[in-house]
């Protein structure tokens, strides 16, 4: 049997949760309250990373144990895993943060 790849040993996983760790500093709310949002995140990421796998390599249907050929589960999994990352993204003030940062027409309107 094929050993499962460690997500949170990856350089993605350190990278992301560094970044959002130095976001949360950088606004005053590097609390306990706060850093456990984070690693809630990033256990859905790792999650997800999984769920991606597991698609890639059995496809989207996938044979089930009387043989007929069904949706292969980890695809609505991956999509209500994304939604919770969604909800904790929001909730750590992250999609404010980018839709304040999204400035309409770039920095070419102040000619």
Same mark, same amino acid.
């Given at each position: 049997m094929e050993q499962t790849k460690d997500w949170r040993k990856t350089k993605q996983y350190r990278e992301l949760k560094k970044s959002m760790l130095d976001n949360l500093e950088a606004r005053g709310i590097l609390e306990k309250a706060y850093t456990d949002k984070v690693d809630e995140y990033l256990d859905f990421w790792v999650r997800r990373q999984e769920l991606q796998t597991d698609v890639a390599e059995r496809g989207l249907s996938v044979m089930d144990d009387r043989g007929r050929i069904t949706e292969n589960r980890s695809v609505s999994l991956e999509i209500q895993? !994304?939604?919770?990352?969604? !909800?904790?993204?929001?909730?750590?003030?992250? +999609? @404010? @943060? !980018?839709? +304040?940062? @999204?400035?309409?027409?770039?920095m070419d309107d102040e000619l």
């Amino acid at each position: 049997m094929e050993q499962t790849k460690d997500w949170r040993k990856t350089k993605q996983y350190r990278e992301l949760k560094k970044s959002m760790l130095d976001n949360l500093e950088a606004r005053g709310i590097l609390e306990k309250a706060y850093t456990d949002k984070v690693d809630e995140y990033l256990d859905f990421w790792v999650r997800r990373q999984e769920l991606q796998t597991d698609v890639a390599e059995r496809g989207l249907s996938v044979m089930d144990d009387r043989g007929r050929i069904t949706e292969n589960r980890s695809v609505s999994l991956e999509i209500q895993v !994304a939604r919770q990352m969604l !909800a904790v993204w929001t909730a750590l003030g992250f +999609k @404010d @943060d !980018a839709a +304040k940062s @999204d400035v309409p027409g770039g920095m070419d309107d102040e000619l």
